[in-house]
């Protein structure tokens, strides 16, 4: 039996990171980080979480393993029609979205990754910035309009809830890479998103940030690798090891909760000590 300290510290880490009451819209999270995410939001910090992926039924699966209150959604990003439709959606079942996570990225496709940058063509380079850079511009453009609405009749906006976007970027649009150019384009452009959104609307309380993803095992990564490739890449960080991906949901949950009220803008590197700034 816990001690009443020992509840007590329980319940109020809780609290600390509590994402009570909030509304998520966590992009492709129907496997991989976007559903780690969703899970974390949910099941541990009780947020209201939005699981998008292109297919219904995928975000339905993904529904049923999470405890908490999950809703599908199916949301391709690159459609930029259904986006004020999808928003409206939530906001008639919701009434409010406070967390954006940007998190839909197009898949490992080897014939473009291994392709010299000199030899990708404009339609290879589309397809990536498409999902990677302008789903994440389309998502945060239309929910900015709710989050500042969040800030209500306040006189001081920071006052308001206002909102948090998260983009989620990779350690080569840091340092470059010497495969993947057109990966590494979109998502260091995604950084220069995160500033704008934390520079434009720093005042009405809507906090922008960038996690930089190193190594992180999923089955776009990790299982799709060969042994030798992924002994490999654990060799990469100080910590010697892949990183998994609850351990970049519990670092998202903490950046959108009020714990990170004073920051914004930052990219937080989750690589296991690759690259160190
Ligand atoms: N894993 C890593 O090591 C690593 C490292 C650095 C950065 N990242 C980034 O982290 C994010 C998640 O990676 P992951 O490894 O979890 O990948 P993943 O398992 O392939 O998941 C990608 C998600 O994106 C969704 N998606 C793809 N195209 C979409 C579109 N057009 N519209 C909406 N959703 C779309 C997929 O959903 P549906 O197929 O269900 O539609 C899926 O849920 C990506 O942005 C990736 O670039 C990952």
Redesign the pocket.
């Known amino acids: 039996m816990k001690s009443y300290y020992e509840a007590l510290a329980q319940v109020t880490s809780l609290m600390a990171l509590s994402l009570i009451g909030k509304v998520a819209v966590i992009?492709?999270?129907?496997?991989?980080?976007?559903f780690a995410i969703a899970k974390e939001f949910a099941e541990i910090n009780g947020a209201t979480v939005i699981v998008?992926?292109?297919?219904q039924e995928?975000a339905a699966r993904a529904v049923a393993q999470i405890k908490g209150k999950a809703f599908a959604a199916e949301?391709?990003?690159?459609d930029n029609s259904r986006i004020q439709e999808f928003i409206q959606q939530i906001l008639s079942q919701h009434k409010q979205i406070d967390i954006l996570v940007n998190?839909?990225?197009?898949?490992f496709d080897k014939n473009i990754w291994y392709k010299k940058f000199h030899e990708v063509t404009d339609d290879e380079l589309d397809r990536i910035i498409e999902?990677?850079l302008k789903?994440s511009v389309r998502l945060s453009r239309a929910v900015i309009p709710c989050m500042l609405q969040n800030t209500g009749n306040n006189a001081n906006q920071n006052e308001g809830r206002g909102g948090v976007i998260i983009n989620?970027?990779?350690?080569p649009a840091i340092t470059g890479h010497i495969e993947g150019a057109p990966?590494t384009i979109a998502?260091a452009a995604n950084i220069a998103l995160t500033k704008c959104i934390a520079r434009e609307y720093g005042s009405s309380n809507i906090r922008a940030y960038s996690l930089a993803?190193?190594?992180?095992a999923?089955?776009?990564?990790y299982g799709s690798m060969t042994d030798k490739d992924r002994s490999q890449a654990a060799q990469e960080p100080s910590m010697k090891r892949w990183g998994k991906?609850q351990e970049v949901a519990k670092v998202a949950a903490c950046i959108a909760s009020d714990n990170f009220s004073f920051a914004t803008g930052n990219t937080i590197v989750i690589d296991g000590g690759t690259v160190l700034l």
């Open positions: 992009t492709g999270s129907s496997r991989g980080i976007g998008c992926s292109r297919k995928q949301l391709d990003v690159t998190n839909a990225g197009y898949p999902v990677d789903g989620i970027s990779s350690t990966y998502k993803l190193g190594n992180i999923t089955l776009a990564t991906p």
